[in-house]
């Protein structure tokens, strides 16, 4: 993932905080312990790449990049208010990656940036693709920078909403900000429809028990 | 885990899900993987039903939380 970066000009100077074997959504090991959110230091950075996070609004870096399997850029971009994107699996090279994403077939984890633009994220990417990876990586797909793909849609878009999903409801601040991006879409002239609840409610507690499987009736289940 | 394991690093109590005593035996991964193809087909069976062109969702139902105190990814993983 360095390899385009660095190809296309990017200094490397910092590495940053994560979980304890990228496994919670948390910022927090015993080696170097808690990263704290520049914004309010009582607060969790999520994670697993919470750190990468963090430097943003602490003005330490302005690209950072992350791994995504549920949610460790997206907690973290949500968290200090940047954009982040989980690119999907085979877009970008994880090779020399010490993650669970390295060629584990169970959880589909993908790299990508976070950034305080949605520019700052093409320039990422782009960076990236310019490298072609699938010449160097058999798992990336051969599908290169579009920059057709990438301007802003001229049709309009039907977009649906997950507003409840059934397991966590979302707290009043979380409903209020998806209520500001409905509204957004709406005046761009888009058309958003709300999912049906109930099915979206069952389909989302299923695949959470699913994510989230554990041994069950065993004696020796961890506590 | 390995290397946590040898180090005798202790385990964080929110990383214990990934530790052996929660691990699936072989059959239980197999059958897992038959359900998340399924779930897969049914949330694909919707994105066509509604002619969708992306979906919006939180990302977690709730903003930064204490250290060590966020509820759940169920938004994110799934």
Redesign the interface.
């Known amino acids: 993932v360095t390899k385009g970066l660095l190809a296309a000009g990017a200094v490397r100077y910092i590495k940053t905080n994560l979980?304890?074997?990228h496994?919670?959504?948390?910022s927090?090991?015993?080696v170097f312990g808690?990263t704290?959110?520049p914004?309010?230091l009582?607060?969790?950075?999520?994670g697993s790449s919470g750190g990468e996070g963090a430097v943003l609004p602490a003005k330490a870096a302005v690209l950072a990049t992350g791994t995504d399997?549920?949610?460790s850029i997206?907690?973290p971009?949500?968290?200090h208010g940047v954009w982040g994107l989980k690119c999907s699996k085979g877009r970008i090279p994880m090779t020399g990656i010490h993650s669970p994403g390295d060629r584990n077939e169970?959880v589909n984890a993908g790299l990508g940036p976070m950034t305080k633009t949605v520019g700052g994220l093409e320039l990422w990417l782009k960076a990236q693709l310019t490298c072609r990876p699938w010449e160097y990586d058999f798992t990336c797909i051969p599908m290169p920078w579009q920059t057709d793909e990438a301007q802003k849609c001229q049709k309009r878009?039907?977009?649906?909403?997950?507003?409840d999903?059934g397991?966590?409801?979302?707290?009043p601040?979380?409903s209020r900000?998806?209520e500001m991006?409905?509204d957004a879409?709406d005046k761009a002239g888009h058309e958003?429809?709300e999912?049906p609840e109930e099915?979206m409610k069952s389909?989302?507690r299923?695949?959470?028990s699913?994510?989230?499987?554990?041994?069950s009736n065993r004696a020796?289940?961890?506590s | 885990m390995k290397h946590i394991e040898a180090s005798g690093e202790s385990v964080l109590p929110r990383t214990a899900t990934g530790h052996p005593g929660s691990f699936l035996t072989t059959p239980e991964v197999f059958a897992n993987h038959k359900v998340r193809a399924q779930l897969s087909a049914e949330y694909n069976a919707l994105w066509l039903q509604y002619g969708l062109d992306a979906i919006l969702a939180p990302v977690v139902a709730h903003p930064a939380p204490p250290h060590g105190k966020y509820i759940s990814n169920a938004y994110a993983a799934v």
Do not use: W
């Open positions: 979980s304890q074997a496994l919670i959504l948390e927090m090991n015993n808690t704290c959110n914004y309010n009582k607060l969790s950075v999520g399997g549920g949610g997206r907690f971009a949500m968290f169970s878009l039907r977009i649906g909403v997950v507003s999903d397991v966590v409801r979302p707290t601040p979380i900000a998806l991006v409905i879409l958003v429809i999912l099915q389909l989302h299923r695949s959470t699913c994510v989230m499987k554990q041994t020796d289940t961890a």
